[in-house]
C-alpha cells in the first residue's frame, strides 16, 4: 500500500486534504493524524472491522483497548451508557484536552474497539461492566478530522507496538509507511507524552495512566480525593496496571537503558565512570544529560533533553531523544532522572518503563 504523507497547516488545514482524509475513515481505512499529546492512528470507532485494522497495522495486541476521540461534549452521551456528574466537571475543565475518561460503554461500541475487554472480567469481577476510554483532543487537525469524517475516531499512538510514541509524523512514516494510506503531518506535537487517563468506573476515581494533568489538577476540579493505580506506581512493578496497555514492555530503546538518580554532581560523576567503563568493553555508549550538564560528559553520544527547569520541554523531547539513540545504534544509554515538580511523575513513569526500571542511586 503506498502511503500518502500529507502537510497540514494546523491553523488552517487544507479543506481538500480534510475532506479526502475524511473519507478514508468513513470508509474503514487508516488516517494517522497529530494530537497536542503525540500522533494517534485513527479509524471508526463504531465500525469493528476499521477497528481491527489498527491492531494490524500496529501489530497490537488485540487485548488492549483503543481510545475513542470525539469533538463534541454530545457525543459521549452516545457511547458511554452513564455519564457521571465528574465526567461532565472535568469535561468542563479539560476538555479539549490531554484527558482520557474510562465510561460504562454504551451497546454500539463495539468489542474490536474496546479490545474485547477480556480485562474486565479481571477488573470488575462483580458486574462485568464493559468500559470504553474516551477523549477530546486539543488540536485544530485532530478536531477537524473527526468532525469531517462525522465519527467517532478511535486512535492508539501512531508507532508500532513497543516502540516510543510518535511526537512528530516522520516517526509515523518510520514505522507505519505502506501499512497505512495517509499521514497528516501537522508538524510536532506540543506536549509529547500520552493523555492522563482517570477511572470514573469505580468508587473513588483513579488515574491509570500519568500524564499532563496531574492529580493536583483532577482534585482541585472534583472536590475529592483521587487515586494512583498501585499498579504503575511500584517500581518493582509487582502490582499488574488496571490500564492493559501500562503491562506491556513500552517505549523500550535497542540498547539498555538505565538511570542515574542523585545530587547533579555525584550523578555526573557516575555517568561518566560507567560510560568509560563500557567504553572501555569497546561499547558504543550513549547520555541523556540536560542544558545545564551537557558539556560535562564524555561519550559517544550525549544529547540534552532540554533545561531541567523546563519539564514541559523535557516531557516533549523524551520520545524523539530515545528514537534517536536506536538511530545511532549506542549499545548502553544511561539517563539522568527527571522527578520534576508538576509532570515529573509522567516523565519519569514512560522512563522507567523505557529502562526496565533499572535505577542506580548515588
Ligand atoms: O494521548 C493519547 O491518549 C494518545 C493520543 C493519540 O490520543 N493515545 C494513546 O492511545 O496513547 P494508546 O492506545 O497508545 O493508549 C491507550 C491506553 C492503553 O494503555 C489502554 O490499555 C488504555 O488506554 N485503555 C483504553 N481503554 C481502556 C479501558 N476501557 N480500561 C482501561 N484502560 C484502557
Ligand atoms: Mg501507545
Redesign the pocket.
Given at each position: 500500500m503506498q502511503t500518502k504523507l500529507i502537510k497540514i497547516d494546523a491553523d488552517d488545514p487544507n479543506k481538500e486534504d480534510m475532506r479526502e482524509a475524511a473519507e478514508i475513515i468513513r470508509s474503514g481505512g487508516l488516517v494517522a493524524f497529530p494530537?497536542e499529546?503525540?500522533?494517534?492512528?485513527g479509524a471508526n470507532a463504531l465500525d469493528p472491522e476499521a477497528s481491527k485494522r489498527i491492531y494490524a497495522a500496529k501489530g497490537r495486541p488485540s487485548d488492549?483497548?483503543?481510545?475513542v476521540?470525539i469533538c463534541r461534549f454530545e457525543e459521549l452521551l452516545s457511547i458511554a451508557k452513564e455519564v457521571p456528574p465528574q465526567a461532565e466537571k472535568l469535561a468542563d475543565a479539560f476538555w479539549p484536552g490531554?484527558l482520557?475518561m474510562?465510561l460504562p460503554?454504551a451497546d454500539i461500541v463495539p468489542r474490536e474497539t474496546?479490545?474485547g475487554?477480556d480485562?474486565v472480567a479481571v477488573?470488575f469481577p462483580s458486574d462485568r461492566i464493559a468500559?470504553?476510554?474516551i477523549?477530546m483532543?486539543n488540536h485544530p487537525v485532530a478536531l477537524a478530522l473527526i468532525d469531517e469524517s462525522g465519527c467517532m475516531i478511535a486512535?492508539?499512538?501512531?508507532n508500532t507496538s513497543g516502540k516510543p510514541?510518535p511526537t512528530e509524523a516522520g516517526h509515523v512514516a518510520l514505522d507505519l509507511d505502506g501499512k497505512i494510506p495517509m499521514i497528516l503531518d501537522g508538524g510536532p506535537v506540543g506536549i509529547g507524552i500520552?493523555?492522563t487517563?482517570i477511572?470514573l468506573t469505580e468508587k473513588v476515581p483513579m488515574i491509570?495512566?500519568p500524564?499532563y494533568i496531574t492529580k493536583e489538577m483532577l482534585e482541585e476540579v472534583l472536590g475529592e480525593e483521587v487515586r494512583i493505580d498501585p499498579g504503575i506506581i511500584a517500581s518493582d512493578s509487582t502490582k499488574k496496571p488496571?490500564?492493559?496497555?501500562?503491562k506491556y514492555k513500552h517505549y523500550a530503546p535497542k540498547a539498555d537503558l538505565v538511570l542515574v538518580e542523585g545530587e547533579q554532581e555525584a550523578v555526573v560523576a557516575e555517568i561518566n565512570a560507567l560510560v568509560r567503563e563500557k567504553q572501555a568493553a569497546g561499547l558504543k555508549v550513549g547520555v541523556v544529560a540536560t542544558d545545564e550538564t551537557e558539556s560535562l560528559y564524555q561519550a559517544d553520544y550525549v544529547v540534552t533533553i532540554g533545561a531541567r527547569s523546563d519539564e514541559d520541554a523535557i516531557a516533549r523531547h523524551l520520545y524523539k531523544i530515545l528514537r534517536e539513540f536506536d538511530d545511532w545504534n549506542v549499545d548502553a544509554i544511561y539517563s539522568e532522572s527527571f522527578s520534576t515538580p508538576r509532570i515529573g511523575q509522567a516523565i519519569m513513569n514512560r522512563l522507567m518503563k523505557a529502562a526496565g526500571h533499572q535505577v542506580i542511586h548515588v
Open positions: 494530537t499529546t503525540v500522533y494517534g492512528l488492549n483497548p483503543l481510545i476521540h490531554p482520557t474510562i460503554k474496546t479490545g475487554l480485562s477488573r468500559q470504553v476510554a477523549r483532543p486512535a492508539p499512538s501512531a510514541s500520552e493523555s487517563i477511572d491509570l495512566r500524564g488496571k490500564a492493559p496497555g501500562m
